[in-house]
């Protein structure tokens, strides 16, 4: 399958996280709008396809460009946590003078929480230790200051809104409801992963074109979610031959931990439908709620893939045929052996 990056520049804030299954509700949406997906490129042949033996598109959420989710790795050995709390007490014991073992213990205790707060690590720092991954190696870069922190976060605030009428368009009297909304510093890029042998380099530009005009997620009627872009073949990182593992990129189906030894964080996600099943009446806009595996998820496995996972289906109460993005981006990597 070709690789393309897709590098987003927002243009207004967002209320809905760029997330691989938002997203892919988006880009079907607008393949029915925009006309020109006709015969074996209808939207109803793009998915049957997922169906068969390989998805058609493979997608991954929005990361900060540069930087990719901080992998979920498995916990330290006894012996290396000892290791690294004594590199560490030792260093501060340089560093004052004074020496307290109980408070740089108590400091240490307190950075190895700082660091599992991380949500993103460098691409630098990732092709640094992707044939050798571990969690002593991370901290252990960290407490050196050699790892590169995301400067530049979203600021997110909660706003109040009136309660409309999705129908009449009037506000309802006496109800309020509160959203977050995302403002992301001025000229941040953002980078979203992609496989397909389906759609023509073209055909992107067409489909992403068509959201950065009509915007993306939540309240998109009103100027949220607008944004430019740029599409190009390839990502920035290369395929290795000795992996035993891969970092996902996706919000995936956790039905993959049936087959695979996975170091997950899940989280459960109330989707929504979208385009004219969100102007009726006659149709629930909330899809049930389903479990996904957080992109960072690390899938043990030698196994050579293209994805993780599935689509989710059965997940409306009156559209049968609605289904819910499930299928993961996995980069090739490898575990270090732990002793």
């Known amino acids: 399958m ?30 029915e709008y925009l006309g020109i997906f006709t015969g074996d490129k209808h939207i109803t042949a793009f998915l049957e396809l997922f169906n068969g033996p390989e998805p058609p598109l ?32 030792e260093k501060r014991q ?11 213990r108590l400091e240490y205790i307190q950075c190895l929480k700082q660091f599992a707060r991380h949500k993103y690590i460098s691409l630098e720092t990732f092709e640094r230790f992707r044939r ?21 976060e979203p600021q997110i ?8 009428n999705r129908i009449t368009g009037q506000v309802i009297e006496g109800k309020f409801f509160s959203g977050s909304t995302v403002f992301y510093p001025e000229g941040i890029k953002l980078s979203i992963y992609l496989k397909t042998d389906f759609f023509s380099e073209e055909e992107l ?39 035993n593992a891969y970092l996902l990129l996706s919000n995936t189906n956790p039905s993959i931990l049936k087959k695979h030894r996975v170091y997950y964080a899940g989280r459960t996600k109330f989707g929504k439908v979208g385009g004219e099943y969100s102007m009726t009446e006659k149709v629930s806009p909330l899809k049930n ?21 599935e689509n989710f289906s059965g997940i409306h109460p009156q559209l049968p045929g609605i289904r819910h993005y499930g299928i993961g981006f996995p980069l090739k990597m490898r575990l270090a052996d732990e002793t």
Request: with cysteine.
């Open 2 to 31: 070709k690789n393309y990056t897709v590098t987003i520049t927002p243009t207004s804030s967002f209320m809905t996280p760029i997330e691989s299954d938002t997203l892919f509700g988006h880009i079907c949406w607008a393949m």
């Open 58 to 89: 493979i997608i991954s959420n929005a990361f900060p460009e540069g930087y990719l989710p901080f992998p979920l790795l498995p916990p330290m050995p006894p012996n290396k946590k000892e290791e690294l709390e004594t590199i560490f007490i």
């Open 94 to 104: 340089k560093q004052t003078g004074d020496f307290d073992r109980g408070a740089a």
């Open 132 to 152: 050798g991954l571990n969690k002593y190696d991370l901290y252990l870069a960290m407490l050196n200051n050699e790892f590169p922190v995301y400067p530049h």
């Open 157 to 164: 605030i909660d706003v109040n809104h009136n309660a409309v």
């Open 205 to 243: 530009k067409a489909l992403f074109g068509f959201i950065a005009v009509n915007g993306f997620g939540g309240d998109k009627t009103t100027g949220h979610g607008r944004f430019d872009f740029q599409l190009k073949a390839g990502i920035p990182f290369a395929d290795m031959e000795d992996f």
């Open 289 to 309: 709620p389903v479990i996904i595996l957080e992109p960072g998820a690390i899938v043990k496995t030698n196994e050579a893939v293209e994805y993780f996972g």
